[in-house]
């Protein structure tokens, strides 16, 4: 190069501007990520629904169906935003409820099938040794509900211990696995082609921050027997309510007690 001679800067290709692009936003979502685990508990307390019509200022079509869901639910609890948070809800309201409720049918059938599900998930391939941590557990709070030990606040703080309440949602990630893969033949027909339900497992259900989708709570709902019903809030100007869904269609409405709400990406707790 002579002298005073400049370097001329790179021309970055296509591929390289896409990479540096995706850095680009993996970083954000880390720091996002991180921002929300250190200020949002795992599990909150109880807040009036109103709160959001705050976090939906300006969104004429969220805060038309919040003005509905108001006539339909008063309270929430929020969950926090990690990828985990349809097993969180789910596990933490059904332990809640039968604390409150002291509905031991509940809680027999519940445990019948923990117990049952090391054998169940040992089947289809998964290892006992990595089994056996958490559904110790899961074992240990329907120990406690069941022997009155445990209040809801008490739940409340054992959800917001992050190895814990990360116990308990592995083990309902490794349920969801293992009813998938006992029934590879109802569910591989709706993966891309050739993923397996191995693949689908090992990608999208065991990983502790990959968010559940309709399969994946179909299969929860399926081993555990517990129904849920979801109200869907979502942007369409389309609608001016929030749309129910009840997992399996065929529960009976009076004995649903699992009420998530839904916007895109998260599921929170209703209560009346």
């Known amino acids: 190069m002579e002298p005073g001679q ?7 290709t296509e591929e390289e501007k896409l990479q540096a692009d995706y850095d680009l936003m ?16 795992l599990i909150s307390d ?7 019509e705050i976090e939906f200022t300006g969104n004429l079509p969220f805060l038309q169906k919040i003005s509905h869901l108001k006539t339909l639910y008063t ?3 929020q969950v926090r935003r990690d990828g985990s948070c349809f097993y969180r809800s789910y596990f933490f309201r059904i332990f809640e409820y039968i604390i409150q409720s002291k509905n031991m049918a509940v809680l027999g059938d519940l445990e019948k099938r923990m117990k049952d599900s090391k054998e169940y998930l040992m089947k289809v391939g998964y290892e ?67 993923i397996t339900i191995e693949d689908f497992c090992r990608m999208e259900v065991e990983p502790i921050d990959r968010e559940c989708d309709q399969m994946q709570i179909t299969a929860l709902l399926n081993y555990v027997e517990i129904p849920v019903e979801i109200l869907y ?3 369409s100007a389309k609608a001016t309510e929030a749309s129910l869904v009840r997992i399996p269609e065929s529960a009976d409405p009076s ?18």
Do not use: W
């Open 6 to 12: 400049q370097t001329e800067p790179k021309v970055q």
């Open 26 to 41: 993996n970083k954000q979502y880390e720091e996002i990520k991180k921002e929300i685990e250190e200020n949002s508990p």
């Open 46 to 52: 109880i807040l009036p629904i109103e709160n959001l």
């Open 75 to 77: 309270n929430y609890r």
């Open 128 to 194: 006992e040794i990595v089994l056996e941590d958490f559904l110790e557990s899961v074992i240990e709070v329907i120990e406690k509900v069941k022997k009155s030990s445990i209040t809801v606040s008490e739940l409340i703080d054992l959800f917001c211990d992050k190895v814990r309440s990360d116990s308990l949602v592995m083990y309902a990630r490794f349920l969801t696995g293992g009813y998938l893969k006992a029934n590879a033949i109802l569910y591989e027909t709706f993966l891309d082609e050739g």
């Open 233 to 235: 809030l979502d942007s």
């Open 255 to 272: 004995k649903v007690f699992v009420k998530l709400l839904y916007r895109p990406g998260h599921y929170d707790i209703l209560y009346k």
